[in-house]
């Protein structure tokens, strides 16, 4: 057994699993909320308990001694089996960190260093990844990039025509995120298919979406950019849009860049559509005749057609599509929506399997052309795993 605590440090929160990167087993997770704002939430699950209380949360430090306390009084005994490894999430690599690395010094100085590519992420992850190395200073680190498994990406693919100076200067191209979701998706979309030569487009769709081309094993395309506002229409996020528009709204409206960075990235996507972010409240009341709700989901759906259509053009075919994240998993009327109109694919949806899919499952029929799965991702595991590959080299 190999026991991997599993990390995801934001600005104001610290969700975390325990789990066996070997089996799979999940012995405990948890979500610590609301740091830094006078009193902190907790919840802590081991095995069939939910524990629920407040707390004085000051910073990530005392978010770690909230968490070990929780591991103390609610088990499972972390002392009474070693941690393999604490496995960070890490939103931004840039192109120095272009897999899962062990954390030491001069690794954290380079993620401070990349703090300009991820203002709102990367120095929340570093300020975890700090204080969990104050609470577990005997256990190996490592840092696991949303960035790495775009690696791949070709320069036709990942360079933007912009000036050069931008892009040797400033670090101007695309990386691509949520590339632990798109790894282990493919992977079990493959695993389901029983071969690893296919041509994948992954949607990882909740308030945050992104889609990802996926050939023989390795990313080729993705659509969100050197910042996760491109691509998709998200939660709060335009997704793709002129980029004159900015310049416009700032002559016409007289907004400033902060205006602009507010308004493109949480007061868009769903939000600006049609006044919510929650994709249920809105298919709700879409369902109930609201038109705004309506218009919103069709902008939505037209989006992920035309990305997908894009992206098996770029791969030279489509053997399979898959969705995942909390609206791809939960959601079979945008499912239904979106393979509907691909038919041009030869996708044959089975009407009865989506509409009950829960867990991996294949919703189209054994005459579709391209297969479309429904699989829940597991980044966690995903980064588990890769923590275990590291140490184990």
């Not at 949607?203 to 506002?229: F, K, Q, R």
Request: charged fraction near 20%; include cysteine.
């Amino acid at each position: 057994m190999k026991r991997v605590l599993v990390i995801n440090a934001g600005s104001s929160s610290v969700k975390y699993q325990l789990l066996d990167a070997d089996s799979g087993l999940v012995a405990a997770s948890g979500l610590i909320e609301r740091i830094g704002e006078g009193t902190g939430e907790l919840r802590h699950t081991a095995g069939e308990s939910t524990q629920r209380w407040s707390a004085p949360i000051a910073d990530p430090a005392a978010a770690f001694v909230a968490l070990g306390e929780a591991f103390a009084t609610y088990g499972p005994d972390l002392g009474a089996e070693p941690l393999f490894a604490v496995g960070h999430r890490v939103v931004h690599g840039g192109t120095k960190f272009r897999e899962a690395t062990r954390i030491d010094e001069h690794v954290l100085h380079a993620l401070e260093e990349l703090t300009p590519l991820a203002p709102l992420h990367n120095p929340a992850n570093i300020a975890g990844i700090r204080a969990a190395l104050a609470r577990f200073p005997d256990v190996p680190h490592v840092a696991v990039f949303d960035t790495a498994f775009h690696r791949t990406l070709a320069p036709a693919a990942f360079t933007y025509a912009v000036p050069q100076t931008w892009r040797d200067e400033h670090s101007v191209r695309r990386y691509g995120f949520h590339g632990t979701s798109h790894e282990y998706v493919s992977r079990r979309v493959s695993a389901s298919m029983g071969r690893s030569e296919l041509a994948i487009v992954v949607l990882h769709l909740g308030n945050g979406c992104s889609a990802c081309a996926v050939l023989d094993g390795e990313s080729i395309d993705t659509s969100m950019g050197m910042t996760p506002l491109e691509g998709l229409v998200m939660g709060t996020r335009c997704g793709d849009l002129d980029p004159a528009i900015p310049f416009h709204m700032a002559r016409t409206a007289g907004l400033g860049v902060a205006e602009l960075d507010d308004a493109l990235n949480k007061q868009s996507g769903l939000k600006g559509l049609a006044g919510a972010n929650d994709y249920r409240t809105i298919s709700d009341r879409a369902q109930a005749g609201d038109a705004d709700a309506a218009a919103a989901i069709d902008v939505v759906v037209h989006r992920l057609v035309k990305y997908i259509g894009a992206y098996a053009a770029a791969m030279g075919r489509l053997d399979a599509i898959a969705f995942t994240g909390g609206i791809g998993e939960h959601s079979p009327r945008l499912r239904a929506a979106v393979l509907g109109r691909l038919t041009v694919f030869g996708v044959e949806i089975d009407a009865d399997a989506n509409a009950a899919a829960e867990g991996e499952t294949l919703v189209t029929t054994s005459a579709s052309r391209v297969a479309a799965y429904v699989i829940p991702t597991k980044e966690e595991l995903q980064i588990a795993r890769e923590c275990r590959s590291l140490l184990q080299q």
